[in-house]
């Protein structure tokens, strides 16, 4: 009896240690492709060396990059994200989580620049997360993407006040200004900039787009922003629209 009350507190207080049902809960999802599950599992068991080998391993073996962080390692960070939520996995968790993405990540963002280089020059864009809000895993891939496709991206990183948003655009004469949140309390931060904005003159001129887990078309339309997407793909969409080069622009 012991031994079963021993079994019951480490499944009950260290979700990681159950990895067989997050293994088994997790199989779901309409990507099957095996690699694409180990790479959901490395970042669910917060595993960075599994996770940077499985994206080589992807590259190797001619797997779009994008590919496999849409199906693979953004997928594990989700269900991770979603476990955090609901009180299944905890803070160092979800951080060992956010490490593995990470570490796929620098292994397949100079691939997705790479396969982007020979773009034209799109437009300038200056994108940060807003004050208070560490979170940068979207706001990175966003980065990428949109520089992969020929835009020139200034990044100021994570915790941006709206002045620092509005000296950066002003300085490099932005055509585009993106602020990321993922925090409930940080989507207050983007209303702030788009405020700033209007207030030193800088709009319509430059564009403000917004996203983030939490972000809906009503925040965007509430707070006057011209744009916000719910992935690094439709942001691309969306930028190139913005500049008058998308498909909704031609
Ligand atoms: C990874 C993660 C972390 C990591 C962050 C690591 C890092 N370097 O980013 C760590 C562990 C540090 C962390 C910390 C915290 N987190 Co956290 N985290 C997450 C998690 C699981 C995933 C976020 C992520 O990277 N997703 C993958 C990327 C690819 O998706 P994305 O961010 O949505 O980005 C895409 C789109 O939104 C869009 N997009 C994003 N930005 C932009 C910008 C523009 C301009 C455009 C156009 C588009 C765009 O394109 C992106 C790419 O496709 C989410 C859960 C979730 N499902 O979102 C929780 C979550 C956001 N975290 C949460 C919380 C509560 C916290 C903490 C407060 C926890 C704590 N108690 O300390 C702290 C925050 C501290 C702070 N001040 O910021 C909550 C937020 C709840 C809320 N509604 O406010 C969430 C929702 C988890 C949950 N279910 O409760 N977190």
């Known amino acids: 009896m012991p031994q079963i009350t021993f079994l019951w507190l480490s499944l009950t207080y260290n979700p990681r240690r159950i990895g067989l049902i997050l293994r088994l ?8 492709d095996p690699l694409f599950g180990a790479m959901r599992q490395s970042v669910i068991d917060g595993a960075p060396d599994k996770a940077a080998e499985l ?6 073996s001619g ?9 693979g390692f953004a997928a594990g960070i989700t269900f991770a994200g979603d476990q955090f939520g609901c009180g299944q996995m905890f803070l160092p968790d979800l951080l060992a989580s956010a490490e593995a993405m990470q570490a796929a990540m620098k292994i397949l963002e100079p691939e997705m620049l790479k396969r982007g280089s020979e773009r034209e020059t799109l437009g300038k864009v200056v994108l940060g997360t807003a004050r208070g809000d560490i979170h940068d895993i979207g706001k990175n891939l966003v980065a990428t993407i ?9 990044d100021l990183g994570t915790s941006v006040t709206p002045e620092q948003f509005v ?17 409930t309390t940080t989507m207050a931060g983007q209303k702030a900039v788009i405020e700033a904005l209007d207030r030193n003159g800088m709009r319509p001129r430059v564009k403000a787009i ?13 707070i006057g922003a011209d744009g916000y997407s719910r992935n690094a793909i439709d942001a691309l969409e969306l930028a190139k629209n913005l500049m008058g080069k998308g498909t909704a622009a031609a």
Request: charged share 15%; glycine share 10%.
């Open 55 to 60: 994206a080589q391993q992807a590259l190797d």
């Open 63 to 71: 797997v779009d990059p994008l590919e496999a962080v849409n199906h």
């Open 25 to 32: 809960t997790s199989n779901g999802g309409s990507v099957s």
């Open 210 to 222: 917004i996203g983030g887990a939490a972000i809906t078309q009503k925040w965007a339309a509430e």
């Open 146 to 154: 949109l520089s992969a496709s020929g835009f020139q991206i200034f």
């Open 167 to 183: 000296a950066k655009a002003r300085e490099i004469d932005a055509d585009i200004v993106g602020v990321s949140a993922l925090l």
